[in-house]
């Protein structure tokens, strides 16, 4: 079954206690992309992934990093979480440049204390 | 001020309501129009995609676009207690390739 998939699901974890979330595709999309989604703010593009080992800001890159050694996975690391990242993350891809249908994976909800 | 709004609702409507969802934005270079559907508990899926200016119809949805207004809407005619959503507008356009804008997402409710 093609799909997105992302661990772990659900996290509760400290302030300052390095974490890494992670997404894998297995329909051999180029592009991937990170958002975070917050009551009133929508989805918010955190980082995004052209192809392996090309990687580009989006909108709310601050605290986090990614990399992007294999084309089947994009794992978002937070080197040192704060509470203000405490949201509902989202992992995505999409055959080339990311303008055609994006899937998204189930969501991944981190809480932050 | 954000490059697209959208308004969050709630919106409730009985069945059979014709529901219309509007985004407005202010990057002139967006080119690429999309609406997706994001059922509680799960991940966005894409509804419909629309390039430029112009309507698209699949089934009970129309998209427009007017990109000299900076407006777009999603129709759903006879909509169904099913379409309960939270629908979000996306755009994509300029030099910012792979860089996608969402806007804040309506929650609707279709009640039988």
């Known amino acids: 079954e093609a799909q997105v998939t992302q661990n772990p699901r659900y996290l509760i974890t400290v302030t300052g206690k390095k974490l890494t979330v992670t997404c894998s595709q297995n329909m051999n999309h180029e592009y991937m992309s990170w958002y975070r989604q917050d009551p009133g703010l929508g989805l918010r593009q955190i980082y995004y992934?052209?192809?392996?080992?090309?990687?580009d800001k989006g909108d709310v890159p601050e605290g986090y990093k990614v990399s992007r050694k294999e084309k089947r996975n994009f794992p978002l690391i937070l080197e040192s979480p704060s509470p203000n990242q405490t949201s509902l993350y989202f992992c995505a891809s999409s055959p080339s440049t990311g303008t055609e249908t994006q899937y998204f994976g189930p969501g991944t909800r981190l809480l932050v204390l | 001020q954000k490059e697209v709004e959208q308004d969050p609702g709630p919106l409730s409507v009985p069945e059979g309501a014709i529901v219309s969802l509007n985004c407005t934005y202010s990057?002139?270079?967006?080119?690429?129009f999309m609406w997706y559907r994001q059922y509680s508990r799960k991940g966005p899926e894409l509804l419909m995609y629309t390039y430029s200016s112009g309507n698209k119809e699949d089934g009970r949805f129309t998209a427009q676009v007017d990109k000299s207004s900076k407006y777009i809407s999603l129709f759903i005619r006879d909509s169904q207690p099913s379409d309960s959503a939270t629908y979000l507008c996306?755009?994509?356009?300029?030099?910012?390739?792979?860089?996608?804008?969402f806007g804040q997402g309506t929650i609707l409710t279709v009640h039988p």
């Open positions: 996306a755009m994509y356009g300029g030099t910012s390739y792979g860089k996608l804008t």
């Open positions: 992934s052209m192809n392996v080992e090309v990687t």
């Open positions: 990057n002139s270079a967006f080119q690429y």
